[in-house]
């Protein structure tokens, strides 16, 4: 059988003490979007992380489109075309919404503009508050210059920490609504979300963690059709 797209296998470690991750495998395939969830605590975070190299495993392995990364740096990751928006501090805030796009083009040698018009298609607001600072906009389009800067490297994965954290319901659809749009372009996405309800409802794929470690892994339907999924992990 083919191995998917990007997956993290197995993976045992933390940031130094005890281990937070337990044998915990997080898979996605090309296109798809795979979603992270489970309780406080759980290691959804430091999942994501791991795949993204940001910990060093004692145990299992990170492979993306075939090849062995478990040993390369976040910033190796970034230019094999892993995409990383962490949750907090994710952009310059005295730089320009422009600015802080062009920052996300910082590996490439060729020209840019065709990605900033399609990052401007799919966040207009972006557009049409380019010139302004980042740190005069909301928090959910800082959400999306966040995003947008990521998409700026070209990734073949965008890895999301949590983006609706703090954001209305409102502002929270219409993130998830340009997820979806991402994903048909052919980028895989992996994100790690609070909302988990919304969050399956979009996934193609969602893993629940428990401990650090896999507790439930099917479909985004399948998991929101689990009656022990949703009375443990859905409120009912």
């Known amino acids: 059988m083919a191995e998917p797209f990007l997956i993290g296998q197995d993976m045992t470690g933390g940031y130094g003490g005890a281990d937070i991750l337990h044998s915990c495998t997080i898979a996605v395939e090309k296109g798809e979007i795979a979603v992270i969830v489970g309780p406080n605590g759980a290691g959804k975070s430091t ?36 995409g990383f928006v962490p949750q907090t501090h994710n952009i310059f805030t005295s730089m320009t919404v422009e600015e802080n796009l062009e920052m996300g083009a910082f590996i490439r040698t060729d020209d840019c503009a065709d990605t900033l018009a399609q990052v401007y298609d799919l966040f207009p607001i972006l557009k049409q508050k380019r010139l302004q600072a980042a740190g005069e906009l909301s928090g959910g389009q800082r959400q999306q210059v966040a995003v947008g800067r990521a998409l700026m490297t070209q990734p073949k994965v965008l890895m ?13 659809d219409e993130l998830f609504d340009r997820i979806i749009e991402v994903a048909r372009t052919g980028i895989s996405i992996l994100m790690v979300e609070q909302n988990a309800r919304q969050a399956l409802e979009i ?33 009912g």
């Open 203 to 235: 996934a193609d794929k969602g893993y629940v963690l428990v401990q650090g470690a896999n507790r439930f892994t099917d479909t985004g339907k399948a998991l929101m059709a689990d009656p022990e999924v949703r009375r443990s992990f859905l409120g």
């Open 47 to 82: 999942a994501m992380k791991a795949v993204f190299g940001m910990l060093n495993l004692r145990g299992g392995h990170v492979k993306l489109d075939g090849e062995d990364i478990t040993r390369l740096s976040p910033q190796a990751r970034v230019r094999k075309g892993m």
């Open 160 to 172: 999301l920490d949590e983006p609706t954290a703090g954001v209305s319901p409102i502002v929270m």
